[in-house]
């Protein structure tokens, strides 16, 4: 989300949102409805992995993908606030 040129009504600049769209994930007839599920939740993570990491330019690294030695940082702002519960990998 953000910022466009237009002001609105309220004085701020109207917002804009991005959406992304992809392939459509398709089973496979040839496996069971497990295997399938297993195998398009894989894939789907794939597709929307790349999606962040070439919109946001950074590698997406969970906390708990994240090795035992590798340093752990607090996000500074969320919404111009300090906020604790964010944390992203310093590569």
Known sequence: MEDSDIIGDDGYPVQEYTI???????????????ENEKNNDGKNYEIWKKIYEEFY????????????NEE?????????????????SSN
């Open 20 to 34: 992304h769209f992809s392939e459509p994930i398709y089973p496979d007839s040839n496996k069971t409805n497990k």
């Open 57 to 68: 330019k950074t590698p997406l690294v969970y906390l708990n993908e994240m090795g035992k």
């Open 72 to 88: 752990k940082n607090k996000v500074i702002y969320y919404n111009d606030e300090l906020n604790d519960e964010f944390f992203y």
